[in-house]
């Protein structure tokens, strides 16, 4: 859990779309993982005080609080944890519905999970938690895993989720969406919804991607219904359902006239092996598959919220 190059720009972003930290509460306490060349760029293209940390305890990094109260105007900067090991001041096992003893519920401008929810098992009541405890008007910012990550927690994110959980609807609105690729510190991905594409928008690659997210609290909604992917839910979509569904101006095709042949031969096996190893070195690329994902210049994004 931590505040990276691609976290710290997502704070920056956020704030330039209305987002306010005065009261911010991070899921899990935030260690900081920039680099002084990252944290000095931001700080030159956004006319940034020098950040000044206390020195850190041997065998621990620095933290998250200096860095919220001195660039993004914090006030109170919590922290929870399911124990106390790093400091955090609010101790409770996410896994468990927030509890009336502690203080959260409407309470705080921010919440930030920044690697945290994939290690919890019952993310339906983390994430209930977590949008619990910011107040209507406020922001929720996610940095998770998403594509070649397997392995580092439970789970890894599809953009599918939080198109359906932040809308308004539910009482939210989703103002962004970015993969981002941990060999890329340049660049960000905005992705397509596919609520609008009215079809899957999908990823295979070949690099460990991030998905950002930040979305706004409109109102309290009271309990809601599980979300339902989006093709399930609407099954009439330009006719296709859920296991055919196109890419955007592709119309569906049937099987290909070479099935039948290279079957008859016995190479259909094989031709579908090497058909999935040119889709892995077209993967290993550090573009990501358009329409449904446009480039964004990191700087120029920074610099366009620069005050």
């Not at 060349?37 to 305890?57: D, F, H, N, T, Y």
């Not at 439970?154 to 981002?180: D, K, V």
């Amino acid at each position: 859990m931590g505040i990276d190059h691609h976290n710290l720009r997502l704070l920056a972003h956020a704030q330039d779309l209305g987002a306010g930290f005065g009261r911010t509460l991070a899921i899990g306490r935030q260690a900081l993982h920039v680099e002084a060349r990252s944290l000095q760029s931001l700080q030159r293209m956004r006319g940034l005080p020098p950040l000044k940390q206390p020195p850190a305890e041997p065998g621990r990094p620095a933290y998250f609080e200096p860095l919220l109260q001195q660039w993004f105007g914090a006030s109170q900067t919590d922290a929870v944890d399911a124990s106390a090991y790093e400091g955090a001041g609010l101790v409770h096992d996410m896994n468990l519905p927030w509890p009336a003893a502690l203080p959260g519920q409407g309470h705080y401008d921010a919440v930030l999970d920044f690697g945290c929810l994939e290690h919890v098992f019952d993310f339906a009541t983390a994430w209930r938690n977590v949008v619990g405890c910011v107040r209507v008007g406020g922001h929720v910012l996610h940095a998770l895993p998403a594509n070649n990550l397997s392995g580092h927690g439970f789970y890894q994110f599809s953009p599918e989720l939080f198109f359906n959980l932040y809308q308004p609807g539910r009482g939210f609105e989703l103002q962004a969406l970015y993969l981002a690729l941990t060999a890329d510190g340049r660049h960000w991905w905005r992705v397509a919804s596919p609520l609008e594409r009215r079809r899957r928008v999908t990823l295979c690659n070949g690099h460990e991607a991030y998905l950002l997210v930040v979305a706004r609290k409109l109102r309290e909604a009271g309990p809601q219904p599980p979300p339902q992917q989006s093709d399930y839910a609407h099954s009439d979509w330009q006719g296709l359902g859920p296991a055919t569904s196109a890419p955007a101006g592709q119309a569906r095709r049937g099987p290909s006239r070479l099935q039948a042949p290279l079957a008859a031969l016995g190479l259909l096996d094989a031709a579908r092996r090497a058909r999935a190893r040119w889709q892995a070195l077209r993967g290993a690329a550090l573009a990501l598959p358009g329409p449904d994902h446009e480039r964004v210049g990191l700087d120029a994004l920074m610099r366009r919220g620069a005050r």
